[in-house]
């Protein structure tokens, strides 16, 4: 582990050399590494690490509410608060066991928490490095107190692409998505595949397990499985946006692209004592 202002972060490495580094603000994961120590995650060079900021990059993670529709700070309050390790946490599934490179981190809320929020919970995120470099990320959230809450959730993925103009997404054809920048209006995308050339600011919704992410010039192909997250946001801030960013540098929407597993449409519901668990796991296919 090492400290960044103060905040701890845990770097975890595979056999090979792959890694991936995770900090307790937040819950977030900063890095993720090829065996050859390449960086596959966007983090902007204007990046705040500095608390109660959340941090430009990565993979934060937008709970309990996705976006500025609720009654929460946009994107929920999880990723700007302090996780702790877990060096006990209860037996995850079998097939979520991701190896021996891995870390269980644990949010409870705070008694300001409770205030914003009134709904005792545990959150419970495994972050791993697979033995074939992949990045695993399993949360696991329970509902603690007496009365049933809802909560939507991202995993919000800053991928590390070479030119936003020669990436294009595949999965997301024939579905229907909620246009952010339309009024959250609902739309049916009509491409066989996404590229793009302006702002993009979508929830795609109820998506297939699987969305690859092609990056021409590095020849790099991002694949997505998730399970238990129905949606899929693709965010894109385009130059405007990204120069009305204080934590973005002005070009660098060029080398981003948001592509996050989460569950938004429809709120997951927990009754008291019940546990939801939701999986993504990035890899990356060597270039064909
Ligand atoms: O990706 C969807 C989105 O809600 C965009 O509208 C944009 O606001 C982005 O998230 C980043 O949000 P943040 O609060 O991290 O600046």
């Known amino acids: 582990t090492r400290d960044r202002n103060g905040i701890e972060e845990i770097l975890l490495r595979n056999p090979r050399g792959a890694s991936t580094r995770v900090s307790l603000y937040g819950g977030q ?19 705040i690490f500095k608390p109660p900021n959340p941090v430009r990059g990565g993979i934060p993670i937008c709970f309990p509410q996705f976006g500025n529709r609720g009654a929460l700070e946009q994107h929920g309050f999880a990723r700007k608060k302090l996780w702790v390790v877990d060096g006990n946490p209860p037996p995850l599934h079998p097939n979520d066991s991701y190896g021996k490179s891995f870390v269980d981190l644990l949010l409870k809320p705070s008694e300001d928490d409770l205030k914003m929020w009134p709904h005792s919970f545990e959150f419970r995120l495994r972050v791993a490095i697979t033995a074939e470099g992949n990045l695993a990320m399993v949360s696991r959230i329970r509902n603690i107190n007496c009365k049933p809450f809802s909560f939507s959730i991202a995993y919000h993925t800053y991928l590390s692409i070479s030119d936003i103009n020669e990436v294009r997404v595949e999965g997301l054809e024939t579905l229907d998505y909620l246009d952010n920048l339309l009024r959250r209006e609902r739309f049916t995308e009509q491409g066989d595949t996404l590229t793009f050339e302006s702002e993009v600011d979508r929830v795609y919704l109820s998506s297939s397990d699987v969305i690859s992410v092609f990056d021409h010039q590095s020849k790099r192909t991002f694949q997505i499985r ?11 801030p385009w130059e405007k946006k990204a120069k009305a960013m204080a934590d973005l540098g002005d070009e660098e929407y060029k080398q981003m692209l948001c592509v996050d597993g989460a569950a938004i449409e429809k709120p997951i519901t927990l009754k008291p004592g019940e546990e939801w668990t939701g999986r993504l796991e990035l890899s990356l296919i060597p270039s064909s």
């Open 29 to 47: 994961v900063l890095s993720w590494r090829t065996d050859q120590g390449e960086e596959l995650l966007f983090t902007s060079s204007k990046a």
């Open 226 to 236: 998730k399970k238990g997250l129905p949606d899929v946001v693709v965010w894109n």
